[in-house]
């Protein structure tokens, strides 16, 4: 190997090194004291508005999915949803769904609606939350 592949190897490990450094999520350095170490850690709103501990839900497999009433495959997906909830609802499984608009907004609707939408139309048993932005 040449000098001068080494030197530009040396310098790609010590970028890498310095950009995983300084950009780690998970660094004490750079979360803030009292952040939230784990989902059990979060409260939610739930539909109507009523606080829900996400430790509610310690122990249980979770599928945490975004839902919304306009998407071309809405009928298919609450259809699906429903089936794999009532499947696995006894064994300690549980989905959370979170209405967001940010995605080609399609869910538009209010609170009511969406409970509307889901609880009324789609039969849904699992937990439906208030809308929410997404966040990276």
Do not use: H
Not at 47 to 66: A, E
Request: net charge negative.
């Amino acid at each position: 190997m040449s000098f001068t592949n080494l030197a530009a190897l040396f310098f790609l490990v010590l970028a890498l090194f310095l950009f995983y450094r300084y950009t780690s999520f998970s660094s004490p350095q750079t979360m803030a004291e009292g952040s939230p170490k784990s989902i059990y850690d979060f409260t939610v709103k739930d539909i109507l508005g009523n606080d829900v501990p996400l430790s509610n839900y310690r122990g249980k497999v979770l599928l945490i999915v975004n839902v919304a009433s306009k998407c071309g495959l809405t009928d298919s997906n609450y259809k699906e949803l429903n089936i794999l909830y009532e499947k696995y609802k006894d064994q300690g499984f549980e989905i959370l769904a979170f209405p967001c608009n940010q995605f080609l907004w399609q869910e538009p609707g209010t609170n009511e609606e969406i409970q509307e939408t889901v609880c009324i139309r789609f039969k849904a048993e699992f937990p439906v939350f208030e809308k929410v932005k997404a966040t990276v």
